[in-house]
């Protein structure tokens, strides 16, 4: 129940295409829902993240789609471009005992061709 | 920069050796978190301590332990290393419940080479 299920495992896409990683949970009591994108070689890095009481949010071409009665939450990566290219984790946070508990999906290698 | 720093960069050593890495939250983070990421793999949650005291446990080795100081940092132990251990080593720190971010900051991490 403390899973967070990321599909698809690997990604590739054109450049100015659509990116979109999808990741599933079962726990109905996180209330925090991050996504790191990680470069080779780096630390992951925090991109976008939503709490459960919004449906969408944008920031540039990074866009995170949540549905809290499917328990799903989706990354929408709009005009892809080579840059982008690196692995996503999504993540998903209970807050407990007066800190944090992350869960984190398996992760999406995304390659974009330019 | 997160803000979060590690210590070695890089760390070559032999099987059966000790070796420690440190971590230095940000700024007023009381939470510290390990995570070990092997080639080509996801991050696999190892031990968070809370302002000093150990709060969660995930697939951490016996072999592996970890404090966190008076001063927040944190160090983790690996001993009796073996080849398997070889991987990146990644640091995180988050601010207390009630702060104005949950967000969890990762540290550049420490690439550990076990010969």
């Known amino acids: 129940q403390q899973q967070v299920k990321q599909s698809p495992q690997s990604l590739i896409v054109q450049k100015g295409g659509i990116s979109i990683i999808n990741c599933a949970y079962e726990?109905?009591?996180?209330?925090?829902f991050p996504w790191y994108q990680q470069f080779p070689g780096k630390g992951p890095a925090l991109l976008i993240a939503?709490?459960?009481?919004?449906s969408e949010k944008k920031e540039g071409r990074f866009t995170i789609s949540f549905n809290k009665s499917a328990k799903q939450f989706s990354l929408h990566i709009m005009d892809s471009q080579p840059g982008d290219s690196a692995t996503y984790f999504c993540?998903?946070?209970?807050?407990?005992?007066?800190?944090?508990?992350?869960?984190f999906g398996t992760g999406t290698r995304l390659k974009v061709l330019a | 920069d997160s803000g979060v720093t590690q210590t070695p960069k890089h760390l070559i050593t032999a099987t059966g050796q000790r070796v420690t890495l440190r971590c230095s939250p940000r700024?007023?983070?009381?939470?510290v978190y390990w995570y070990q990421q092997s080639l080509d793999q996801g991050l696999q949650f190892l031990i968070q301590?809370?302002?000093?005291?150990?709060?969660a446990k995930g697939n951490i080795l016996e072999r592996f332990s970890a404090q966190q100081f008076p001063d927040l940092h944190s160090e983790l132990n690996l001993s009796s290393l073996e080849l398997g251990d070889s991987a990146l080593y990644f640091c995180?720190?988050?601010?207390?419940?009630?702060?104005?971010?949950?967000?969890?900051?990762f540290g550049p991490g420490t690439r550990l080479t076990v010969l």
């Open positions: 726990n109905t009591a996180f209330d925090y």
């Open positions: 993540a998903a946070t209970l807050t407990t005992s007066g800190t944090y508990k992350y869960i």
């Open positions: 301590y809370y302002n000093g005291e150990e709060r």
């Open positions: 939503i709490r459960p009481d919004v």
């Open positions: 700024s007023g983070d009381l939470s």
């Open positions: 995180a720190s988050s601010a207390p419940r009630g702060a104005a971010t949950d967000t969890q900051y």
